[in-house]
């Protein structure tokens, strides 16, 4: 079992319109960094779930090589990347998205049956 993240982590990534996630496709390889939606929800799990589906290149390379970075707000947060792909944690994920992003114009791309299962959950590390 995972430890939970601290409480001012998961206020900040509850309050925070976006954020960049650092992957690379292997440790030795070249970073990437890219703006992304996290979604933290009722049992404070944090979520990530692909736009682009699986042929998003922070997804491809958070499933190579599961040990990602947050950049929020000048913080930097280690992170480990797990498939979220069981029906509680997914809906958990829309949930999640649902309330934080109400009224933006790519939330019901996010929400495409197509892309659930890019749901991601993270782990702090």
């Not at 982590?9 to 996290?38: F, G, M, Q, Y």
């Not at 990347?81 to 939330?107: F, H, I, W």
Request: charged share 25%.
């Amino acid at each position: 079992m995972s430890t939970p993240f601290d409480g001012s982590v998961l206020d900040l990534l509850r309050d925070i319109e976006e954020v960049d996630i650092e992957t690379r496709l292997a440790e030795d390889a070249p970073s990437h960094r890219i703006i992304i939606w996290v979604m933290v929800d009722d049992a404070d799990r944090v979520f990530l779930r692909s736009f682009r589906g699986p042929t998003a290149r922070w997804y491809r390379e958070a499933v190579a090589n599961p040990d990602c970075v947050l950049h929020a707000n000048g913080q930097v947060i280690p992170v480990r990347a797990v498939a979220a792909n069981d029906d509680d944690q997914v809906e958990a994920c829309s949930r999640a998205l649902v309330s934080k992003y109400t009224g933006q114009p790519s939330l019901q791309a996010m929400l495409r049956p197509e892309i659930l299962s890019t749901t991601m959950r993270l782990e702090p590390r």
